[in-house]
């Protein structure tokens, strides 16, 4: 079954805004993973990782999820199909593990937060998480490049290109 295209229209721009929003998002997070791990101020180094707890629930998760279930909804109910191109499934299999890697890290991003509620500094003993949060975030960056990588090579779109080219050269040939 085929969307109508006004509800297509929808969907799209709402995966889009989501996808976006989440790259957006996790490039503010990991602004905020690298001021915590190296900045010397201790109400800086408290403030981010008091304010990565909220983004991450509050921003990021929702994003991802919307951004998941709009691109699943997109590729089922339109010409594109779930499995019928490879950068369809690409981008799937990498947004599912970004967002089951994403759940994963909520637990040492509640640590830091709950540490640095409770402290004026976080403690030593919490670089691991620290690192682990500079990495994820730099990892989920990289997942939004990935995506936009592989949306390039849409062959739908090359062969609509391609169809354009096709008929601007057949017009002038016959003017």
Same mark, same amino acid.
């Given at each position: 079954m085929i969307m109508p295209p006004g509800?297509?229209?929808?969907?799209?721009?709402? /995966?889009?805004t989501s996808s976006i929003g989440w790259f957006g998002a996790t490039a503010c997070f990991l602004a905020l993973a690298l001021?915590?791990?190296?900045?010397?101020?201790?109400?800086? !180094?408290?403030?981010?990782?008091?304010v990565m707890s909220v983004t991450t629930w509050f921003v990021i998760i929702p994003l991802a999820l919307v951004g998941l279930l709009t691109g699943v909804v997109s590729s089922l109910f339109t010409r594109w199909g779930l499995f019928r191109y490879y950068? !369809?499934?690409?981008?799937? !299999?990498?947004?599912v593990l970004a967002t089951l890697i994403l759940l994963v890290h909520t637990r040492p991003i509640d640590l830091l937060a709950t540490a640095s509620a409770k402290t004026a500094v976080v403690g030593a003993g919490l670089h691991g998480a620290q690192l682990e949060m500079v990495i994820a975030s730099g990892a989920a960056?990289? /997942?939004?490049? !990935?995506g936009v990588q592989a949306t390039r090579h849409d062959p739908?779109?090359?062969a609509q290109a391609g169809r354009a080219a096709s008929r601007c050269r057949i017009r002038r040939c016959s003017e």
């Open positions: 509800l297509r229209k929808v969907t799209l721009t709402t /995966h889009i001021a915590g791990m190296t900045s010397p101020d201790r109400e800086l !180094v408290r403030a981010a990782y008091l950068w !369809v499934l690409l981008k799937l !299999v990498i947004t960056c990289a /997942h939004g490049a !990935v739908l779109r090359a």
